[in-house]
């Protein structure tokens, strides 16, 4: 189907514009696709430096992760890449984690979430940006469900030590999100397990954190008008 589909079509079948392009951020709209609804991550419209240097590889990696999470449910599927800037992926109806009224689930969804999180290491994908819950969803159907993957390290079919030391370090980091996640929105279903878990961060946390930061800003002074 989308094979299909071009750009004016694309512009015909808008239902809603969830966010507008701005400097590194990709324009997110939902698009009605016969009837089904998906959403359109599009960086066509990013700064141009942006635009042409790092959104096609953010494209390739999130099609990646996506392609060998296509079995796992829980992750939104890819419909398919439109061009070297945009990619149509399954709509979630859900609201971020980070979003939803304190104290309102239960422990059910969170062991469902970390089953989901195992699941997506089982194939090979570490999401590496679960901390702040915003990518995470809360779907309409009250289960969990992850998005965003241009952040992700993939286990490549080689035996590379470094590569799976740091998929190893990001799998504990991507669990670690768990425990963040009650105390941010479910404190009273924090275990003694989850309270020695926080009380003890991992060893190479703090320099992740801070490099991530570092990079980010760096991309968006380097190839970015603006900074958002």
Known sequence: ??????????????????RAARGSRPDLKLIDVQGRLAVLKD???CDPLFRTLIGPILIRREIGALRKLAAVEGVPKLIGR???HAILIEHVDGRPLREVERDSLDAGFFSRLVDLINRMHSVGVT???LRTGGNILV???GQPYLIDFVSCVLLGRGWNPFI???????????LRAVPLAKKRVCPSLL???????LAHPLPFERPAVFIGKTVRNVVRRVFTRSRQ
Request: aromatic fraction near 8%; charge should be negative.
């Open 191 to 197: 275990t003694p397990e989850d309270e020695a878990e």
């Open 82 to 84: 439109m061009d070297k």
């Open 127 to 129: 999401h590496c940006d």
């Open 43 to 45: 960086y066509r419209n």
């Open 139 to 141: 779907g309409s159907d």
């Open 1 to 18: 189907m989308i094979d299909k589909l071009s750009r004016d079509s694309l512009d015909e079948r808008v239902v809603r514009t969830l």
């Open 164 to 174: 799976r030391f740091v998929f190893r370090e990001f799998r504990r980091a991507d």
